[in-house]
């Protein structure tokens, strides 16, 4: 199993950007994905979870209105759309698996939301 992110980076508050987690080896479109978060000094914390055919999602509040999850199971990928950007929204981000009863995570990808 590999979780790759990408599409971090420095934005301003207000700002957009997306992420991208690029899943392989194992049967992607059979699996919820999920993406977490980690504020230095805090917590990982959950932040959008979607189900395995993209028709059921959930966000922690924080995130609700501003923050979208989506997936392309033909591109076996998992995108994190996040507008309206803050500056609470600092953190890694990290696209995460649960399968067959282990935990996967990918490598993070910093987002740092500053003037």
């Known amino acids: 199993v590999q979780l790759v992110e990408s599409g971090g980076g420095l934005v301003q508050p207000g700002g957009s950007l997306r992420l991208s987690c690029a899943a392989s080896g194992f049967t992607f479109s059979s699996y919820f994905m999920r993406w977490y978060r980690q504020a230095p000094g805090k917590e990982r914390e959950l932040v959008a979870t979607?189900?395995?055919?993209?028709?059921?999602?959930n966000y922690v509040d924080s995130v609700k209105g501003r923050f979208t999850i989506s997936r392309d199971n033909a591109k076996n990928t998992v995108y994190l759309q996040m507008n309206s950007l803050k500056s609470e929204d600092t953190a890694v981000y990290y696209c995460?698996?649960?399968?067959?009863?282990?935990?996967?995570w990918g490598q993070g990808t910093q987002v740092t939301v500053s003037s």
């Open positions: 979607i189900s395995n055919g993209g028709g059921s999602t």
């Open positions: 995460y698996l649960r399968l067959l009863g282990k935990h996967y």
